[in-house]
T-cell receptor, first 113, second 111 residues
Framework: EAQVTQNPRYLITVTGKKLTVTCSQNMNHEYMSWYRQDPGLGLRQIYYSMNVEVTDKGDVPEGYKVSRKEKRNFPLILESPSPNQTSLYFC????????????FGDGTRLSIL | KNQVEQSPQSLIILEGKNCTLQCNYTVSPFSNLRWYKQDTGRGPVSLTIMTFSENTKSNGRYTATLDADTKQSSLHITASQLSDSASYICVPQARTDKLIFGTGTRLQVFP
């Protein structure tokens, strides 16, 4: 089954404790992206990757890091999480950036205390 | 500035009824427009993608329309079912490939 898998689905942690949210896709997609979804706002892009070893900032990259060492994986790293990063996070993938539907994971709800 | 406005913010209908959701956008230069369905606790799922030259596209009981001149799109749901309860997100894409996500319309279908 074609899917984008995120882990963990839920996480409560404290300010400053480094965390990583993993994302894996099994569709051999080149393009992967991370978004955050907050109440009253549309999804906002954090980082994206056009292919292995190619990453770029989205609209709200501050406080986040990513890496793309393998095609299937695109982890999101919060080196020093802060309460304003409490949000619902989605990973998505597609064959290319434009013109194709993105496949989304089921989200990771992060609470930073 | 690229913007997307969806209306209504929320909508309640009875099972079996039809409804239409609206989307106005100011994305330029425009490439295509997508509609996504997001169930509670799940990621968005693509319903339709329309390029600027397409006026309408259907996916089962979902029919999207696009007027690129007036920068308006609509999503019509026919014979609603309980499983249609979800948020519906309008996402125009610029020719730079940037996606601009609307805040969604929250639809609730009651029996």
């Amino acid at each position: 089954e074609a899917q984008v898998t995120q882990n963990p689905r839920y996480l409560i942690t404290v300010t400053g404790k480094k965390l990583t949210v993993t994302c894996s896709q099994n569709m051999n997609h080149e393009y992967m992206s991370w978004y955050r979804q907050d109440p009253g706002l549309g999804l906002r892009q954090i980082y994206y990757s056009m292919n292995v070893e190619v990453t770029d900032k989205g609209d709200v990259p501050e406080g986040y890091k990513v890496s793309r060492k393998e095609k299937r994986n695109f982890p999101l790293i919060l080196e020093s999480p802060s309460p304003n990063q409490t949000s619902l996070y989605f990973c998505a993938s597609s064959h290319r950036q434009g013109g194709q539907p993105q496949h989304f994971g089921d989200g990771t709800r992060l609470s930073i205390l | 500035k690229n913007q997307v406005e969806q209306s209504p913010q929320s909508l309640i209908i009875l099972e079996g009824k039809n409804c239409t959701l609206q989307c106005n956008y100011t994305v330029s230069p425009f490439s295509n427009l997508r509609w996504y369905k997001q169930d509670t606790g799940r990621g968005p799922v693509s319903l339709t993608i329309m390029t600027f030259s397409e006026n309408t596209k259907s996916n089962g009981r979902y029919t999207a329309t696009l007027d690129a001149d007036t920068k308006q799109s609509s999503l019509h749901i026919t014979a609603s079912q309980l499983s249609d309860s979800a948020s519906y997100i309008c996402v125009p894409q610029a020719r730079t490939d940037k996606l601009i996500f609307g805040t969604g319309t929250r639809l609730q279908v009651f029996p």
